[in-house]
């Protein structure tokens, strides 16, 4: 099959989890046998130099960028507000895009347009005056269900009459875009199930994101010779889940565990890190911002805290330290779509006095922390192999073709 791909941040280079998951996507479909065209934002928010993507990359998804300003506009956010259109919306919607994918659409026949996100599916109204081609979203979350989650955990009223304001409108825009779509493939089984039930008729299938199951690196060759049982969080922080989840963790639970443990360490890695954290001065807190490699700085730390309270779709960074044999501390909404089974391959902990137990286990049980952490990697290395993965997506696009 012939598959275009329409992303909302370049693949390349995958350095968090929106384009790690495009680029296992893009990458499983080629070595799968299928003929892949990448066309992608690049914006101020994910930037990439086009000339520094690598050459067999290049060759082999055809990848072309069209840069798009996505900075917050206060203007452009009062005419949606006034208007009722969702705001997360309006911001992809480009000329420049737009004459980018009619050059592509005129010069080239697909089996398979998929939309990465819901925020490239604008352009469905133009694809559709070029070509009956099958559209399928690739859904990687529910995306209005993050605003809400957001608003219903703020506590600034009128922050969350705007949150809420924003969670209703791209709902509204969720919903009217589904009767467009030929197929959905959800990131997990529960989206899925979700969008079944708002496009009853429309093929939806579940697809994690997948991994190729090769070998952790070894501890030997990691930057920091003796990791301990030390905590270490890895995520953007241009993500505004991760960002409330860390803010929240640093001032609620953060504080008793260094009276308990003096000698305990928490790293907060990501790229966009802000200010007032960069600057903060917190004892036995180190900000380190973003790290060259995610992989290597897993195995330099020893437990992963990831207290994310919003958000939907699965946590790419999760699956990637389970599959590195790492012990995750996480909330219910951060394992969502992780076929897990707690205190077996994961902790759950959804406040501040499970937080702090489960860190307790784990210092108090070293043979604890080597358990989780080999049965978390076992768990993704065998529900998340991206060879296994593509025969399934192939099967469900086969069924969607005239």
Not at 22 to 41: F, Q, R, Y
Not at 58 to 71: A, F, G, Q
Not at 153 to 176: D, G, I, M, Q, W
Not at 256 to 264: A, R, S, V, W, Y
């Amino acid at each position: 099959m012939n598959i275009l791909m329409l992303c909302n941040k370049s693949p390349w280079p995958p350095l968090e989890g929106g384009p790690i998951a495009m680029n296992a996507m893009a990458e499983g479909l080629v070595n799968a046998g299928h003929t892949v065209k990448i066309l992608a934002i690049n914006s101020n928010k994910y930037s990439v130099d086009p000339r520094q993507i690598p050459r067999e990359y290049r060759d082999k998804t055809r990848i072309e960028t069209v840069y798009l300003d996505l900075s917050v506009k206060w203007l452009p956010a009062l005419k949606c507000f006034l208007s009722h259109k969702s705001y997360h919306i309006e911001r992809f919607i480009s000329p420049a895009f737009a004459r980018t994918l009619k050059d592509i659409l005129r010069n080239e026949k697909f089996d398979i347009i998929q939309f990465e996100t819901l925020f490239t599916t604008p352009y469905i109204p133009l694809i559709s005056s070029f070509s009956n081609t099958r559209l399928v979203l690739r859904a990687h979350n529910i995306e209005h269900l993050i605003w809400k989650r957001m608003a219903d955990n703020c506590l600034n009223p009128v922050k969350r009459f705007y949150l809420r304001h924003l969670a209703k409108t791209l709902r509204e825009y969720e919903l009217s875009i589904l009767p467009t779509l030929h197929g959905i493939v959800a990131i997990t089984a529960k989206d899925a199930e979700w969008f079944q039930g708002q496009a009853p008729g429309i093929p939806v299938t579940d697809i994690p994101f997948g991994i190729m199951p090769d070998a952790p690196p070894e501890q030997g060759n990691s930057t920091k010779k003796d990791t301990g049982n030390d905590l270490f969080h890895l995520g953007s922080m241009n993500w505004q889940p991760n960002l409330e989840g860390i803010r929240w963790f640093v001032k609620n639970v953060w504080p008793e565990l260094h009276q308990n443990f003096p000698d305990l360490k928490l790293h907060l890695a990501g790229r966009a890190m802000p200010e007032w954290m960069v600057r903060m001065k917190m004892p036995g807190v180190f900000v380190d911002g973003e790290v060259e490699d995610a992989a290597v700085y897993m195995q330099s730390h020893g437990i992963m805290v990831v207290p994310l309270f919003s958000g939907s779709g699965i946590r790419i960074k999760i699956i990637e330290g389970m599959r590195a044999g790492k012990t995750i501390i996480t909330t219910t909404v951060g394992a969502e779509g992780i076929d897990y089974s707690d205190r077996k391959n994961i902790l759950i902990a959804n406040n501040k006095e499970e937080f702090i137990h489960a860190v307790r286990q784990c210092q108090a049980n070293p043979d604890l922390v080597r358990i989780l952490g080999a049965n978390a990697r076992e768990l993704v290395i065998s529900r998340h192999n991206n060879s296994l993965l593509m025969e399934k997506l192939t099967d469900f696009y086969s069924a969607l073709l005239p």
